[in-house]
């Protein structure tokens, strides 16, 4: 079945780094455009980056343009996102998603009705 697993999660300072995992399996991940989204606690779930499978970076939320790059690496089925500059705003819950007949190049993305979705990393920013 389809699996998700998000990891890198955790506590850092402001300004610090954190890369993200979503480790995937189940599916043709090479064929398949991955999102990522993020949950504020008491805030809607928001799309952050979206990457389509033939490794086109798309942006969603202005807040994290020229601080936040998504890539992939088909060989190990594996999306990342490398997070810098944080901000105390940008704590969260980061999940990872995917479905097969949605796509980030779409004037709709991000969709929040994804197929499939990770069980979330906790992401802290705080001194």
């Known amino acids: 079945q389809v699996q998700l697993v998000e990891s890198g999660g955790g506590l850092v300072q402001p300004g610090g780094s954190l890369r993200l995992s979503c480790a995937a399996s189940?599916?043709?991940?090479?064929?398949?455009?991955i999102a990522w989204f993020r949950q504020a606690p008491g805030k809607v779930r928001e799309g952050v980056l979206c990457?389509?499978?033939?490794?086109?970076?798309?942006y969603y939320t202005d807040s994290v343009k020229g601080r936040f790059t998504i890539s992939r690496d088909n060989a190990k089925n594996t999306v990342y996102l490398q997070m810098s500059s944080l901000k105390p705003e940008d704590a969260a819950v980061y999940y990872c998603a995917t479905d097969s007949v949605k796509f980030c190049g779409d004037a709709h993305w991000p969709f929040y009705d994804y197929d499939f979705w990770g069980q979330g990393t906790q992401v802290t920013v705080s001194s």
């Open positions: 189940g599916f043709i991940f090479d064929s398949h455009d």
């Open positions: 990457i389509s499978s033939n490794d086109h970076s798309s």
